[in-house]
């Protein structure tokens, strides 16, 4: 797991300045703080750099990216793992090809070669983000795994030019890069759910889960086409198998999650787990402990709130397979802390200092030594786990169950989800236009966030408010929803398609995941994420995927033998910090933030916001009489707030070309070398 960076000029004559991307590399140190590289095309105005994590091949000479063909046709560098890559190199060699490193990523070169771009594509399993340059066609592929494990940034120069990085800052360390926060970003940001593609700044993209970027010069100009290459693509009611019973659909659900656990145990270093008390990483490491020889390292986070603390039921997790469980307590009250500094890695705003959290373990795994662990990541959303989609469920999916029995089963479903009522579930019934006829109902999964559009809107600065008085969020969400993968599908599949396409890969794989993992050199592998388990789990019926009132019913069985009988019959709980509200520790916390970055004055800098609707609505979050729901959701927007202005203050108003320059100087031995002091 590493980071990359590069440019593709739109004059070849334009020389690539080395130190430029020298600086890319640095600025991402904490992606890969085991060495660096860069290659330059001579004379075709592209330049690659590399940042490495070492975990296969670890002799870091030989492996050192970016890597060039011995033909010197192509250039590539690559962020992820490529699981499986032993049988491709085998199968690569005896064809005839060569390999220099024993590392996953120099398969990709070869299969292009072999089998050419599209069709290496339907090869690779892992998580990936890379770029790949061809001199005879002058073309790039710059490539994002089929979820968005890992990220890929890019942006057209005012000149004209494009520059990618695995994150924003590494993009604007470009000097010729503007940054600016983009007011319909910053609005997204406030209500949590962002528009697939974008990023809080304005220019700077993301490429889409399951696509590629085709970059061209034409006519003297960047040309950049989106393709897609891979989708959850649910059967329709009509496509689907109903011949196979449940009990085979456990057994092969079993099988590829096993399949998929192995593949990420391969590294040339020590693999663990996070663990937590849902059966979701319970279930990675029961497989992990019956695959490995010796026991698996777990590590908990606990919370200092036992309505939010999950540490008692991970140790009994931990303890019937005999796992080596490592658990980290926190104070939530000190999550605010490291709020900035989790905020400089997610590079978006985040609603719970859950992330902060996150941060800090990944931090502690560093230190006791391992840079990789297998995470639970994809459970909920492949085998419907989230209280919102029994919701969607009940409401749209049963069509022969009694309307007073689907009340009372909805009740069932907010009253054991109270704590999360405001986020997972929306306080009240929420109607858009777009979304409902694009989906065919109001998907709950967004429901929530969707909600907060006018209390987000509120919040704006009055020109800000004029500028975006016709741009509605829940719009611009539902235009990059695919229809053809929408028509005919059960409602199910419908809210899993929907929540994988905007919060899996905004929020939970984001700022959940890689951006506070990697930012302690820690690479978390996610089993449930492997596409062919996505694409066996698609055609699950959804009577299985829930059954009765019982979610994620075909993995439970599966997982039946690992799992003790308290977690196999355990309802899902969310994941989630103690909110500021909880605690007056906490709030005073938050209130710290609120002054040193909610001033009068750095609100107007930023030029968004207005700073006496903000106060308006701390009154109302201070107020005794504010109903809990409601605090949920304001105890949100005000981390977005606060989270807005620290993006400003951070990437913004700092000099980002000059701070990646001297983190050059102050980590770089010789800038030919490779190395860091």
Known sequence: MCGIGGVFYKDKSRPVDKEVLVAMAAIQYHRGPDGYGFKIMEDLGVGFSHTRLSIIDLESNRARQPFVSEDQNLLMAHNG???????????????????????????????????????????????????????????????????????????????????????????????????????????????QVMVPGSTTFEGVKQVPPGHFLKVTRKNGKIEVEEHTYWDMNFPTEKERDLSISEEEWVEKVRESLLRAVELRLNADVPVGCYLSGGIDSCS??????????????????????????????????????????????????HLYDYFVETHWHTERTIYNTLGVAKLLMSRHVNKAGYKVVMTGEGSDELFAGYPSFRKDFFRHGLNDLPEKERQEWEDMLHKSNELFRGAMLSLNDFSHKELEEKVGFMPSCIENWISLTPKARELLAKDVKENLKDYDPGREIANTLDASQLKDRHPLDKAQYVWIKTMLEGQILTWGGDRVDMANSMEARPPFLDHHLAELCVNIPPRLRIKGKIEKYVLREAMKGVLPE?????????????????????????????????????????????????????????????????????????????????????????????????????????IDSGEYI
Not at 92 to 114: N, P, V
Not at 590 to 617: C, F, H, N, Q, W
């Open 284 to 333: 990675i490491l029961g497989l992990a402990s019956s695959v490995k020889q010796d026991p698996v390292k777990a590590f908990t986070i606990g919370f200092d709130n036992d309505s939010y603390d999950e540490s008692p039921i991970a140790k009994r997790m931990a303890a019937s397979v005999g796992a080596d469980q490592d658990i980290m307590m926190l104070d939530a009250t």
């Open 566 to 670: 308290e977690l196999y019959k355990r309802e899902k709980f969310a994941f989630m910090a103690p909110p500021a509200h909880t605690d007056q520790h906490k709030l005073d916390a938050l209130l710290a933030l609120k002054k040193k970055y909610l001033t009068p004055e750095k609100v107007k800098a930023l030029g968004i916001m207005d700073y006496d609707s903000i106060e308006r609505l701390w009154a109302s979050y201070n107020d005794p009489k504010t109903d809990v729901g409601d605090l949920v959701q304001q105890d949100a927007i005000l981390n977005h707030a606060i989270g807005l202005q620290i993006l400003h203050e951070t990437f913004v108003e700092t000099d980002i070309p000059k701070k990646a320059m001297d983190m050059v100087k102050a980590k770089v031995k010789d």
């Open 81 to 191: 793992e490529f699981y499986d890559f032993q049988r491709i190199r085998a199968t690569l060699t005896a064809k005839g090809y060569r390999f220099k490193t024993k590392s996953d990523s120099e398969i990709l070169m070869h299969l292009y070669q072999e089998r050419g771009f599209d069709e290496s594509l339907k090869e690779l399993r892992g998580e990936f983000a890379f770029a790949l340059y061809d001199k005879k066609e002058d073309t790039m592929y710059v490539t994002r795994d089929r979820f968005g494990i890992k990220p890929q940034y890019y942006t057209i120069t005012p000149n004209g030019d494009f520059v990618f990085g695995s994150e924003i800052k590494v993009v604007f360390a470009h000097p010729d890069v503007p940054r600016k926060i983009s007011k319909e970003g910053a609005f997204h940001q406030l209500i």
